[in-house]
């Protein structure tokens, strides 16, 4: 597993809101590249989302400059408006690893989908090294 695909399947527990309630979950898939991320911020699961119980995911596409700054973010696909925004936002935060000055800048567009899930999910083992 190279380390693009490591960090491509993040879950992300969200804080909790009370005591008693279960966490909610973001897990955050990117499209593959040979861009690394450097910096992955999760979105915050809206509050009336939350307090609703809707769930949903959203496509973000967007361009990285050579410096590894996110450009050009825009909503490709999403299942409900409410997660549309808090998942442009985490998508600027958002940075990945700069091109250095010889290499070549591929013109490509990159995805992230966020799931917005009131289930807590389970991580897979991603140790590329076995070790515990």
């Known amino acids: 597993m190279n380390s693009w695909q490591i960090l491509a399947t993040l879950i992300i527990v969200g804080p909790l809101l009370a005591a008693e ?3 909610t979950v973001v897990q955050v898939v ?4 040979d861009r690394v991320p450097q910096i992955t911020v999760a979105p915050n699961y ?3 989302a939350r307090r ?3 769930e949903g995911q959203v ?3 967007f361009d990285i400059d050579r410096s590894g700054r996110t450009r ?6 999403s299942t409900n408006r409410a997660f549309e925004k808090p998942s442009i936002d985490a998508v600027r ?3 990945f690893r700069p091109i250095e000055d010889e290499d070549t800048l591929q013109a490509m567009k990159f995805c992230r989908t966020f799931i917005f899930s009131l289930e807590p999910a389970i991580a ?3 140790n590329p090294s076995g070790l515990l």
Do not use: F, H, T, Y
């Open 72 to 77: 050009r973010v825009s909503v490709r696909n």
């Open 21 to 23: 309630e279960r966490p």
């Open 124 to 126: 897979e083992d991603v």
């Open 93 to 95: 935060a958002s940075s």
């Open 52 to 54: 609703d119980r809707i």
């Open 59 to 61: 496509q973000v596409c």
């Open 46 to 48: 809206p509050r009336k």
């Open 30 to 33: 990117d499209s593959s590249s």
